[in-house]
């Protein structure tokens, strides 16, 4: 009996561990992955493919804990497929402290725009996923991130710089709503102060700040009906949880009106897709 114990607890902390360290799951509920990834696909996210760190939440909680790097195994790159997670610093509580899956199209220091139906980085297009399809522009309407003075729209959007490690960046009056989330994220704590025109941290005057991380600008495959890096702002890569690497399960929505049993949902012909 007690070697039964001992096999079923050690078990569950070996599932424990690779939930923690290693693997996840995550449900996809939207459809700004489309046609990449479904609403009700079901993956699996490479936690270490990038670096190997302590837990950012007690498990299965949502109580926040600090996390650590304990080394570093690559770097995101174009076209990956990320999960990653933003708090309040950065955004409202509309999108705050959720998974969100999106693939990786600016890495840092490059600069980014829509122009022409066509995604461009440093003036250059490159091959991507925008479609000639009839999708309506998102209809919600959110707020565009924007700290230039120029007018952007859902797809005519930049150029726009993405901020890398080490970047100076100035701070003004007219930008400092933009950048003060970000070095409120770097530093974990709410130290921006604006009276007038005169921008303080931690109680100092400044008018620059050198950024502490690399930054990534994200899109959906379904580019119209995707709220993204265009309103979610930069992605820090320290908010980056892993890399989804296949669909283990996919289960069609279920309709108000649909007679379809729980078998005839699942889409086989998606389970074991690659990424």
């Given at each position: 009996m007690k070697k039964l114990l001992f096999l079923f607890l050690s078990f569950l902390f070996l599932i424990l561990a690779i939930k923690l360290f290693i693997l996840d799951a995550y449900y996809v509920a939207s459809e700004s992955m489309r046609l990449t990834l479904l609403a009700g696909d079901f993956v699996i996210g490479n936690k270490i493919a990038y670096k190997l760190k302590t837990p950012d939440f007690v498990p299965f909680s949502q109580i926040r804990i600090p996390s650590y790097t304990i080394f570093e195994l690559s770097k995101p790159k174009r076209?990956?497929?990320?999960?990653?997670?933003?708090?309040?610093?950065l955004i409202d509580e509309k999108y705050s402290e959720k998974d969100l899956i999106k693939r990786i199209v600016g890495l840092p220091g490059e600069t980014i725009q829509i122009s022409n139906n066509k995604i461009k980085i440093n003036n250059q297009e490159i091959d991507n996923f925008?479609?000639?399809?009839?999708?309506?522009?998102?209809?919600?309407?959110?707020?565009?991130?924007?700290?230039?003075?120029?007018?952007?729209?859902?797809?005519?959007?930049?150029p726009l710089k993405i901020p890398a490690k080490g970047d100076t960046i100035e701070v003004n009056p007219k930008n400092i709503k933009f950048w003060q989330p970000i070095i409120n994220y770097e530093n974990k704590g709410k130290f921006i102060s604006v009276e007038g025109s005169v921008i303080t941290f931690k109680g100092e005057p400044i008018n620059k700040y050198a950024l502490k991380e690399n930054y990534y600008f994200?899109?959906?495959?379904?580019?119209?009906q995707s709220v993204d890096s265009r309103v979610l702002g930069f992605i820090p890569e320290s908010a980056i949880e892993s890399k989804v690497m296949f669909v283990y399960l996919s289960i069609e929505p279920k309709l108000?009106?649909?007679n379809l049993s729980f078998i005839e949902r699942v889409r086989f012909n998606r389970i074991f897709k690659t990424f």
């Open positions: 076209n990956d497929i990320v999960v990653f997670r933003l708090n309040s610093f925008i479609t000639e399809d009839k999708t309506s522009i998102i209809s919600d309407k959110p707020k565009i991130l924007n700290y230039s003075d120029k007018n952007f729209s859902y797809m005519n959007y930049g994200v899109f959906g495959d379904n580019i119209k108000e009106k649909s």
